[in-house]
């Protein structure tokens, strides 16, 4: 089921044979570490609301928190699971906060509850309702690995709202989160970010002459560069740049997609989906 450090800026077949049975030692029977193939988990919604909230105000005075999020409760070890759990949360809160990331979503609460109530307490004529809205889910599972997409919207009184999306992969072996160093060959920066550098500028119809600089891009040094907000998801990795990451706000996010099967040499056979190079 089911970093806003940008706030401080304004916010987952047993084969049987059968047949004569052979008889061996202890020493030569190996067991498999089972490994998950289905993870089973809830989702964790919190929902309040702080400060004055006047009635029929349609929001004014008032600091409303919706926050959801996953945790797993089967389908690995239990290592496993608490590493994974901890990890998502961990995640999203180190997105999530105003002066520095929290340990759990009460502090991040009492955080902004105080911040806002510094706000109404200093300004006794303003009325603007603030929001922060946290849906977190996982987008993708496969025998090895589970993917999550986290969405935070804010809304702090400033000039217009501020939205974040933020991607993870996770091992279900390890419990840590993958990065591109996991899954594919040692070297593979150069050639992945010319071919994906190809992809962007497909998608923003930029010509393979024209420096990205003068589009409005401010990648540093003029140079194309994946980040690290990516997940993998039906044999892609989706990469999210937010807004005001690689240009202005009113550029807006990009989503980039990138196809494995299109980057087969760069796949490290023993990473969680060495299978597609097969």
Known sequence: MKPLGFLSI???????????????????????????????????????????????????????????????????????????????????????????????????????????????????????????????????QDSSFISTATTIFT???????????????????????????????EGYEEELNKLAEIEFRMDKQIPPSEPLDEQGYFFEDGKFQLNTNFAIMNKSLLFYYNAYEIGPYAMGPTELELKLTDYVSLIKPSGVIGDLKN
């Open 155 to 185: 809304f702090t009184g400033g000039a217009h709202p501020n939205s974040m999306q933020v991607y993870r992969s996770y091992d279900l072996t390890t419990g840590k989160v993958l990065e591109l160093g996991d899954i594919l060959v």
């Open 10 to 140: 304004l916010l987952l077949l047993t084969a049987c044979e059968f047949g004569k049975k052979e008889s061996v030692t202890t020493a030569e029977v190996v067991q498999a570490i089972p490994k998950a193939t289905f993870v089973n988990y809830e989702l964790n919604k919190i929902s309040e609301k702080k400060g004055p909230c006047v009635a029929d105000g349609k929001g004014e005075k008032c600091l409303s928190i919706e926050i959801q999020y996953p945790t797993l409760d089967s389908g690995a070890s239990a290592t496993v699971l608490d590493s994974i759990n901890r990890q998502i949360q961990h995640d999203i809160l180190n997105y999530a906060f105003i002066s520095e990331p929290k340990d759990d979503f009460k502090l991040l609460i009492e955080e902004m509850s105080q911040e806002y109530k510094k706000i109404l307490d200093e300004n006794k004529d303003y009325k603007t309702g603030w929001l922060l809205e946290i849906s977190s889910d996982i987008i993708h």
